[in-house]
């Protein structure tokens, strides 16, 4: 009869450890998207095609080609290469030049 008891306490109180879990990790994930929610509408597309990091975009094309420097040293390769391209798309013929180099030189693109 102890036995029976002691095994019905114990089977509770997992269940109510179980559904506190539940609870938190489904309030977890709500916040989370909330989250991702708000973040995507406050940053710009880089250009809205699949397959290019979403990331906001400097007006600036010296502004893109100095954060894509600086993603690159940071290991955000595809961010980095992402705006690397937007400053030689749309920066001047330095800017532009600077942006084909250091393209050419991570394997991106080759120049003729």
Same mark, same amino acid.
């Given at each position: ?11 509770? !109180? ?6 506190? !879990?539940r609870r938190q990790s489904s309030e977890d994930s709500k ?14 597309? *880089?250009? %809205?095609? #699949? %397959?290019?990091?979403? !990331? ?8 893109? &080609?100095? $954060?894509?420097?600086? &993603? &690159?040293? $940071? ?7 992402? *705006? ?13 030049? #600077? ?7 991570? %394997? #991106?693109? #080759?120049?003729?």
């Amino acid at each position: 009869m102890d036995v029976c008891v002691c095994m019905a306490v114990f089977i509770i !109180i997992l269940v109510v450890i179980i559904v506190m !879990i539940r609870r938190q990790s489904s309030e977890d994930s709500k916040l989370d998207s909330v989250d991702l929610a708000d973040r995507a509408n406050s940053t710009q597309s *880089l250009s %809205g095609k #699949e %397959g290019i990091p979403d !990331i906001k975009i400097p007006s600036d094309p010296q502004m893109a &080609l100095a $954060q894509g420097r600086l &993603l &690159l040293v $940071q290991d955000r390769r595809a961010e980095g290469v992402a *705006l690397l391209i937007h400053a030689l798309r749309e920066g001047p013929p330095d800017v532009s030049q #600077e942006a084909s180099h250091l393209l050419e030189e991570l %394997g #991106e693109i #080759e120049t003729f």
